[in-house]
């Protein structure tokens, strides 16, 4: 048992975003091809996680070509509260973009400011908007006055290596009205690479007066999420790439804060009966043609770490399966091993 009971038991106070009030301060980070209804579901039934985001969505797609945009709103009332996550440069459209996915039942609407994808950034859209301070706390303004939902923002500790951006626009952001900031502690250089700066996160945290500030980066365990909270004084954990392939990681986490005691990852057949549940909720809920989801479900599933060790067998027939056949079938066969 953790030395550090005690105060575990202090920080799963409800996360509150504006008039929102989230039951656990665990969220889920939006991420582009993984973070669709089905891993959103998969965490809260598997318990621990307070809040969802989708996946990131073009404002400019939303205005000019709305058949495609709603093949990506996927989210549904049973889930709320649900962030919905726009990208955009020009306050305008992303403004435009906003009240469409209000009226289709965001409860929350989150600014992407993040992203380090050069087809993104070059455009000046993701974590290049923090290049300008100013410019990035215009598009929080605009969204703030243009829907009554709380409006959040994702981002980096800043776009250039070195130069921190996210306390200067923290600031700006909470003055203008926004609900809640996430700060991704790495620069939009080092993409996923090297180790968090979780002192970026307590920087931030200490600059706005009462706004939320949830961290994420390097999150992989109970421990971790309690050692960033008692770091950084953050108000919530935002789990990413940690939770791929380990949807349970959540409840897991929430077990640990609550008790101080670090729960055994499922076994191989669990994880496969768990990746069929990914599998079948993905193809029963997605708006995407059922080819493309497959397509999809080849990189998700093989986050779940199925093969025995020192093999790569499975994921290497999952990386190349071609319907829903061949993944269930996969699947079934692990989940039904005795290993």
Not at 11 to 29: C, E, M, R
Not at 95 to 118: F, K, L, Q, S, T
Not at 215 to 228: K, T
């Amino acid at each position: 048992m953790s030395l550090m009971l005690t105060p575990a038991k202090t920080v799963l106070k409800p996360l509150q975003i504006g008039h929102i009030a989230i039951d656990t301060p665990l969220t889920l980070a939006p991420m582009a091809g993984h973070s669709n209804y089905a891993l959103r579901h998969l965490c809260r039934e598997l318990g621990g996680c307070g809040l969802v985001c989708t996946e990131l969505i073009s404002s400019s797609i939303v205005k000019n070509s709305r058949k495609r945009a709603l093949q990506r709103f996927d989210w549904r009332a049973s889930e709320s509260p649900v962030a919905v996550q726009l990208f955009g440069v020009e306050p305008h459209i992303v403004a435009e973009a906003a009240r469409v996915v209000v009226d289709h039942g965001a409860d929350i609407v989150d600014i992407n400011m993040g992203c380090w994808v050069p087809k993104i950034a070059k455009k000046g859209g993701g974590a290049a908007l923090l290049r300008d301070v100013k410019k990035a706390t215009a598009v929080v303004d605009a969204l703030v006055k243009a829907v009554a939902v709380p409006v959040t923002v994702k981002v980096r500790s800043g776009f250039e290596d070195g130069v921190v951006t996210a306390v200067p626009f923290a600031v700006a952001a909470e003055s203008v009205g926004a609900g809640a900031v996430a700060v991704h502690a790495r620069f939009a250089g080092q993409e996923h690479g090297g180790a968090a700066d979780w002192e970026v996160i307590a920087a931030v945290a200490d600059a706005v007066s009462a706004m939320p500030i949830i961290g994420n980066g390097d999150v992989h365990s109970g421990p971790d999420a309690l050692r960033m909270l008692q770091s950084t004084a953050c108000d919530g954990v935002m789990v990413g790439r940690a939770a791929l392939g380990r949807p349970w990681l959540f409840h897991h986490i929430e077990h640990y804060l609550a008790t101080g005691i670090e729960l055994p990852e499922p076994s191989r057949a669990e994880r496969a009966k768990i990746a069929l549940r990914h599998a079948q909720l993905t193809l029963e809920t997605t708006r995407l043609p059922e080819r493309v989801a497959v397509l999809e479900l080849r990189g998700q599933i093989s986050k779940y770490k199925l093969d025995k060790p020192g093999s790569a067998r499975v994921r290497n027939r999952l990386v190349r399966i071609e319907t829903s056949a061949d993944l269930e079938g996969i699947l079934h066969e692990v989940a039904a091993a005795s290993d």
